[in-house]
Each structure stands twice: as structure tokens, then as C-alpha cells.
């Protein structure tokens, strides 16, 4: 990124703060909401996604931990997180995500990213109305838990299909703790593909633009106590509203690919 002017580097340092804020507030998005915006900036993905990557590995374990301290000493029964639907959904992603990663299945990314855009978005419209779509067949959760997987493998542009499913297994206050978890390790397991590849890790940017990301953290974490403190339909409106926005700017995209081809 030397080669950038000044403004170029506020921008970025403006979208990483939204990115922490997204990632904070409801737990996913991080990625899928900065991306499209910092390839306006820069157009060389691997230079930003192992710089998410890090943010990502940095603020789930930070909040993850957070969350069971707060509750152990409030002397609060349970978990801030849903181990066993934790453990369940990754016995279905963990074959898809590391066939995504290793590359040993190739599909057309601008395809296999339009379907995933379309099906959010009908989950999302159900979250909106307050009619939160429920699918009463495992297997299409467990295709759909698939696809996030292989597509989180790939990219860094699961999470909304991922996060569709888990909202209508996980309870809502235990929803963004289990999300963190879940994120750490598929992002480690991308990491591990960064570094045997050989990608750079752009640590020298982590310098200024780690405290960036922690500025919209501090600020989404207030956003987050509004909506878990607010009724239900509440927070899935919110929710659904975020799925669709991701999904809009993902087609979007995706459709500028394909105009430049």
C-alpha cells in the first residue's frame, strides 16, 4: 500500500472503523460490508484479507472471553455461547471449508456468490417482517451451512448464509458469542492457507489500522447492548436489514464484475 496517497489511507482507516463497528454490533459482516469499499480504494483483496483476518482472530477471542467473564462473575447460569449447535454445525462445514480452501473444487465464484446473495436475502426479508423463515428439513440448513463453509473456505463472504441459519438455532443473546467462535476458527484455518501460500501478512498496517477497528468496536459494542436489550422483532429487523444490505452490495458487485468482463 506504499503507493497510496493520503486520502487513499484515510479511507481505509474510515472503513475499518465501520468494519469494527458491523463486526462488534451484530457479530458478522465485518468483512463482506468493508470489502466492496476498500477494492474501490485498492483493488488487491490479498492485501486486505489477511488484515480482516487478524481483526477477526483479535476480536472474537477478546469478546468471546469478555462475554464468559461477565457472566461467571454475575454468577449468570449457562453460556454466552451455543456449544452444541456450535459442534453440530461445524461437523457440517468443517469438510466443505477446507475443500474451499485448499481450491480442490473449483465452481464460478460469480455464480456461487449470486445464489448465495438470493438465498439471504429471502431469509433476510422473513427477519424484516418478523416472519423469520424456519426450515422444518434439516438437510437444506445443513446444505446451506455447507455452501457458508465452502464459500468462507474460498473467500471471506459465507457469513451471511452461515449467520441465516444459526439465527433460527441460537438463542438471541447467545447468538453473536457463538458467531465469534465460530469465525475464529474458520479464520484460523484460512490463516494457515495464507502462510503456506506464502501471502503477505501486511503486519506493519496492523499498526494503525488495528486502533482504527477498535475505535467502531467500542462503538458497535454500545449499538449491540441497545438491540439485545431491545425486544425481538427488534434486533431480527436489524438483523434482516444488515443480511440484505451485505447481499444488495454483493450482487451489485458482482453484476460491476461482469459489466468489465
Not at 506464502?198 to 506493519?204: E, S
Request: charged fraction near 10%; include cysteine; hydrophobic fraction near 55%.
Amino acid at each position: 500500500m506504499a503507493e497510496l496517497l493520503p486520502w487513499q489511507y484515510a479511507l481505509i482507516g474510515l472503513v475499518f472503523v465501520w468494519s469494527g463497528f458491523v463486526r462488534s454490533g451484530l457479530g458478522f459482516g465485518g468483512a463482506v460490508l468493508a470489502l466492496p469499499f476498500l477494492l474501490l480504494v485498492l483493488n488487491k483483496p490479498l492485501v486486505f484479507l489477511p488484515i480482516i483476518s487478524i481483526h477477526l482472530l483479535i476480536f472474537s477471542s477478546w469478546i468471546a472471553f469478555k462475554g464468559w467473564r461477565e457472566r461467571k462473575s454475575q454468577d449468570v447460569a449457562g453460556s454466552n455461547i451455543d456449544w452444541h449447535y456450535l459442534g453440530q454445525s461445524m461437523k457440517v462445514m468443517i469438510i466443505p471449508k477446507l475443500v474451499g480452501v485448499f481450491g480442490l473444487l473449483t465452481l464460478p465464484a460469480e455464480i456461487l456468490s449470486s445464489i448465495i446473495f438470493v438465498i439471504v436475502i429471502v431469509y433476510a426479508i422473513g427477519y424484516v417482517l418478523n416472519r423469520p423463515f424456519r426450515s422444518k428439513r434439516p438437510w437444506m440448513d445443513n446444505l446451506f451451512l455447507a455452501l457458508g463453509g465452502y464459500v468462507s473456505g474460498t473467500s471471506l463472504i459465507g457469513a451471511p448464509l452461515i449467520v441465516a441459519v444459526y439465527a433460527s438455532h441460537v438463542a438471541k443473546h447467545q447468538l453473536r458469542d457463538t458467531l465469534f467462535v465460530l469465525w475464529f476458527i474458520l479464520v484460523a484455518i484460512k490463516m494457515v492457507s495464507f502462510m503456506i501460500a506464502g501471502v503477505d501478512l501486511q503486519l506493519i498496517h496492523q499498526l494503525w489500522l488495528l486502533p482504527c477497528a477498535f475505535i467502531g468496536h467500542l462503538i458497535g459494542e454500545r449499538f449491540h447492548r441497545y438491540i439485545i436489550s431491545n425486544e425481538t422483532p427488534l434486533f431480527f429487523r436489524v438483523l434482516g436489514s444488515v443480511l440484505i444490505a451485505v447481499s444488495v452490495v454483493g450482487i451489485l458487485r458482482q453484476f460491476a464484475l461482469f459489466i468489465q468482463a
